[in-house]
């Protein structure tokens, strides 16, 4: 028997064939083959083999199940999370290993970096991001009280007379100094020499590697001192022989790093504030309508197809339509539009989107994690947690950094021992710490993702959800744009004008009727326009068989044992049914307009036709013009006929478009594009946008759309509006600036740094740098970049 299996945890090829050797272990399986790119394991075996012992075989690192059983899992892990708590999810801040996950706290095996808590998106408590604040807070203010008094009895050896003396000699101070660094090294920041051991041993040389090396050396030889002075040469004592200690320089250093991480767990913080806002929306309370009776009721229990009563200023509590009643709801905190919107019965809203003035019922659509606030919220933590390409180089840099750093530093130590003034050996050690902490390259670490996480939190907040990083960085780079009509540029809210009967068999009531019932099994929004005229006009529906959506044509059913037919004039020619040139004519008329002919069919005998007006949206031709203004060539791409297609693409100033396109069609011309080097964006709203936006460099979804299209695209509008592209582009590009920026100070300081504590400056000009500067450079480096990061928060990509 054979079995496909979903595995989690492989980054590199590396894991995929340890993964595949231990699965091939196992007794009772003839072959397993493992599939990096699908994270998959197709397996067979003699017999059923319980999945508990594939997991066995492969270790905490990696997961095993079966296609759709995680998902699950994972859901249900969600319903019994208790408010605050968090998801139980971790990943590392620095994104060393792309998307993997972890299920308990603790240190990234790569960077050492503090592993995240990912966000419940159910959940509007934020203290899953306050947590390792608060940890690292607490350690933060008792390292300070042991360290403060440790770097006041050192630098009181520059004071004439020092009063300490009178006290105490200078060897009793050392041994207070020695106590007061026990809780500093041993408990506060006791994390970095556990990383930086497991760094040496795993060889992935980090910040922490730098860290525990410089500060360790330093203790350990200020302890190795004081308890054997007579092994060290005097030029390592002072005139009393006593030997000169650096708990000070040791415990000062560490306490600075533990601020920078401080600094960083706050930065992250900060970085989702969006998400953070987002998920404040959910209300907490609903208002459940049975029988006419309202009751106040926990949003948890609320039910797909509830009545819900929502009152003026009333968050609304779950995806849903309007049944009953209008109002005008403020939806900016999604949409990023400030402009309240319209809503009367029909129409769809939002979770945690604000009523106006009046009151309404709606029906419950999506709930819990399908709303569209929790689908928000996940795509932005994705988003923040993927990897962008440059960030490639930045971690190619870091491969080559630290060995470098430790050869230079080792480098340093000889030439000051062998050709530095007296004491030499002392010079070199202190030179040697100074390169090994100026040189932490955890800024360097940083650059790349905090500047994604900001920005994928802007985009959030301005109504541009992005995916993943990749999007985000590629998308200032795209050289043509391909977008759609329907539900792209036009407003996807169609409206019946006429429909109309040519046969004299077939009343127009009988042609509405049929349209009606036809278009009601549909989702196309051109099928909701009918069927919203049908309500209008009060048509009692027929029932319907054998129902067929023929994607980029039409649709086909049986409606009292007669074949029926509504579509294009494709789906007519296809089904060789002919149309007389009255019909033509008529229909190229309303055509000419810009306006959409769909005909109808009964046993093979066009019977009627319907004229459906899409609006085009007010937006968009300031829109297109602004990113061909960008040197963007932008395409369309409809199934509408030639001369709609005309009328809309003259309205746009388009020069380029094409009609009667095909699902394969638009999936062609993106090959054909590509094939020409180009990188394409195609942008989108129904089920046959969904290959071409597959197959797209960046897929775009107008979150007015099918889900389908969504779960296909990169980035979705919020508003489904393509000024949202206009805002894309310009997030992208700011980012991207923002990435270099950070790189810059991040290489800037270590180049300059590096040398200087290595005493290049000495035989110039006399000057040293010591490690406790060098540690306090290091923290400025890694604030540099955080603020630098925090700006994208206020930047203006309208």
Known sequence: MKKTYTVTGMTCNGCRSHVENALNKIEGVINANVDLGKAEASIQMEKNI????????LGDHYGIHLPGEEKKKHSHHHKKEKQ???????????HCEGDKTYSKPGDCPVCGMDLVEEVNSSDGDDSSYSKPYKKLLEKFWISVTFTLPIFLIAMSEMVPNN?????????YWNWIQLALSLPVVFYTTWMFFERAYKSIKTWNLNMFT?????????WLFS???MLFPDILPNEFKNETGTVHVYFEAATVILTLVLLGQLLEAKAHSKTNSAVKELLKLAPNKAIRVVDGEENEISINDIKKGDLLRVKPGDKIPVDGIITDGESSVDESMITGESLPVSKSIDDKVSAGTINGKQSFLMKAKNIGEDTLLSQIVKMVNDASKSKAPIQKLADKISGYFVPIVVSVSIITFIIWKFFGPEPSFVYALVNAIAVLIIACPCALGLATPISVMVGVGKGAKSGVLIKNAEALENFNKIDVLIIDKTGTITEGKPSVEIMKSVYKDFSEETVIKYITSLNKLSEHPIADATVNYGKEKDVKTLEVKNFNAITGKGVSGTIGGKEVKLGNEKLMEDSKILISEDIKMAISEQQKLGKTVPMLSVDNEVVGYVVIADKIKESSKNAISILQEKGIEVIMLTGDNKDTAKAVATEMGLSNYKSEILPEDKLREVEKLQS????VAMAGDGINDAPALAKSNIGIAMGTGTDVAIKSAQITLVKGDIHGIVK???LSGKVMKNIKQNLFFALFYNSIGVPIAAGILFPF???????????VAMSFSSLSVISNALRLKNINID
């Open 163 to 171: 009063p300490l003396y009178n006290i105490l000699d200078l060897k």
């Open 84 to 94: 605050g708590e968090g998801t139980g999810v971790f990943y590392c801040p620095m």
């Open 223 to 225: 302890v190795f001192g």
């Open 50 to 57: 319980a999945i508990e012992t594939f997991q066995k075989a």
């Open 728 to 730: 894309a582009h310009n």
């Open 765 to 775: 000009f006399g000057i040293l740098l010591s490690p406790m500067i060098a540690a």
């Open 210 to 218: 730098l860290i525990g090396m410089g500060a360790g050396v330093a």
């Open 676 to 679: 020409l080097g180009k990188l």
